[in-house]
């Protein structure tokens, strides 16, 4: 792998060799894929329904979140994901402000390591 952007990732923890398998090796597809992330519609639907407390529809957009998060190998915040996704999914909503919090910060670090 000789992409930046992949090696950062691979450096924090990123499951990218899985991911470029499910791609075909296909490292340019990739990282437009990765690229496509930034500014996904869902992250201000979820932050939306988070800040008022929509929480049967803050669950289907951080599931989907989850899913891109996982089949782009993006590991850390796949773990931060489902540290939402989970407790939302079983309507416990019990410290989800500090977890969502947690996902955010982890989703900034990606923004970071794609700059």
């Given at each position: 792998?000789g992409?930046?952007?992949?090696?950062?990732?691979?450096?924090?923890?990123?499951?990218?060799?899985?991911?470029?398998?499910?791609?075909?090796?296909?490292?340019?597809?990739?990282?437009?894929?990765?690229?496509?992330?930034?500014g996904?519609?869902?992250?201000?639907?979820?932050?939306?329904?988070?800040?008022?407390?929509?929480?049967?529809e803050?669950?289907?957009?951080?599931?989907?979140?989850k899913?891109?998060?996982?089949?782009?190998?993006?590991?850390?915040?796949?773990?931060?994901?489902?540290?939402?996704?989970?407790?939302?999914?079983?309507?416990?909503?019990?410290?989800?402000d500090?977890?969502?919090k947690?996902m955010?910060?982890?989703y900034?670090e990606?923004?970071q390591?794609?700059?």
């Open positions: 792998m992409n930046v952007k992949i090696e950062k990732l691979k450096a924090w923890g990123a499951d990218t060799e899985m991911a470029l398998n499910r791609f075909m090796e296909d490292e340019d597809l990739y990282v437009e894929c990765l690229d496509m992330i930034v996904d519609k869902h992250f201000d639907a979820l932050a939306d329904a988070m800040a008022n407390k929509r929480y049967k803050a669950f289907e957009h951080a599931h989907c979140l899913g891109v998060a996982g089949n782009l190998g993006l590991t850390p915040h796949f773990d931060a994901m489902c540290e939402v996704v989970e407790p939302l999914r079983k309507d416990r909503y019990d410290n989800i500090e977890k969502y947690a955010l910060e982890k900034e990606y923004l390591l794609m700059k």
